[in-house]
């Protein structure tokens, strides 16, 4: 570490970019104005928050932050680094042999994947992870998204008079309350449980393992999905079991999608995966939304083999309210919104940084 300023090579991540807003005193007055911005429909004072975050930090502040975007930027400021925050860049022995004042490692993340973890261990380079608020608010978001389609809870959310039932489409009236109960007096069909259900999760990683633990807990029988199998130990941590992608989607009667947004994903689920789908399953979609085949999913929609759909983000933002979408009384969309509130990417940031100037 230099006699005055620590240095940190950062992946970057519109988020991660923030360890330099809080930390390098060069950092574009722009980029720190459009932080507060962003932040400002939950932080109003962003600048206090600055404050009251660096006060925290004696020794790491002011530090020299370079952002990196692939292997060879990162490979050229890793000799000077004294700490290395990645989120999806490897970091192995090539990485720790050019870095001989590396303090610690930081993942962006519960699973240190592509990090040596052995490699570290032998540089004497402590290993550090993170569990994103953001990842636990997105699998939250997921169960929100299939508890509101499963209680068609979009349709009938603040109805409560016969007019307006009967405007959604409904058929509302009071049982004979002397020989019965007056539950569902609205005579809202197709209501459903998660309960003893079978949800399909497609890629347990960071969220779709915060996702597996939320519907264990709701009683549903938890398949999962994707390239390579996980080990025992977290099958049973996650209540899940592995299957096949055309297994899954043959028997789930929820399928989540939990997968990066790449070349690989791209147009996934396309008409050939709806076809494979259990009839009246219902796709949930967390992801990037071009993972899902637009034109494939407005046909199984139309078909009514899919029983219904959520989406979080929008193929398009800001959205359109004249999107064919919205006219299926079985498709749930919100507006980028499952990673929320702010305050999970402030407090996982501030916990990240506080953690690097402990090992200082």
């Known amino acids: 570490m230099s006699a005055d300023r620590p240095t940190l090579v950062v992946e970057d991540d519109p988020f991660l970019r923030l360890i330099g807003v809080v930390l390098d005193p060069a950092t574009d007055p722009q980029r720190i104005a459009a932080y507060a911005d962003f932040f400002a429909h939950d932080l109003p004072d962003f600048p206090g928050w600055l404050q009251q975050l660096r006060r925290r930090l004696p020794k790491l502040l002011p530090a020299k932050v370079t952002l990196v975007d692939d292997l060879p930027a990162l490979h050229a400021a890793l000799p000077g680094a004294d700490f290395a925050v990645v989120e999806s860049l490897p970091l192995g022995r090539d990485e720790l042999a050019i870095a001989p004042r590396l303090k610690a490692v930081q993942k962006y993340g519960a699973i240190p994947s592509g990090i040596d973890a052995a490699a570290c261990a032998a540089h004497g380079v402590p290993l550090l992870t993170i569990r994103r608020r953001a990842n636990i608010a997105c699998a939250e978001h997921a169960v929100a998204l299939m508890l509101g389609l499963s209680r068609r809870l979009h349709e009938v959310a603040n109805r409560i008079s016969t007019a307006s039932l009967q405007a959604a489409g409904f058929a509302p009236r009071t049982y004979d309350r ?12 197709g209501i459903s449980l998660l309960h003893g259900s079978t949800l399909g ?55 989540v999608i939990c997968l990066p947004g790449n ?7 396309d008409a050939a995966r709806f076809d494979r789908m259990k009839p009246g399953a219902r796709l949930i979609n967390i992801s990037r939304p071009e993972i899902v085949d637009r034109d494939a999913l407005i046909g199984a929609l139309r078909s009514g083999r899919l029983g219904g759909f959520a989406l979080d983000p929008l193929y398009e933002a800001p959205g359109r309210d004249d999107d064919e979408l919205l006219t299926f009384n079985n498709v749930l969309i919100t507006p980028h919104i499952a990673a929320q509130p702010r305050f999970n990417a402030l407090d996982d940031i501030a916990d990240l940084i506080t953690g690097l100037e402990e090992k200082l």
């Open 178 to 189: 002397r020989h019965t109960a007056n539950s569902n007096w609205a005579r809202v069909p």
């Open 263 to 269: 070349n690989n994903t791209r147009g996934l689920f």
């Open 201 to 255: 999760i497609v890629g347990l990683g960071e969220i779709g393992r915060e996702l597996a633990l939320r519907g264990a807990a709701f009683g549903m029988n938890i398949l999962y999905h994707q390239r390579t199998r996980l080990p025992p130990d977290i099958e049973t941590r996650h209540s899940a079991h592995y299957a096949g992608l055309d297994t899954l989607l043959e028997t789930g009667d929820w399928i």
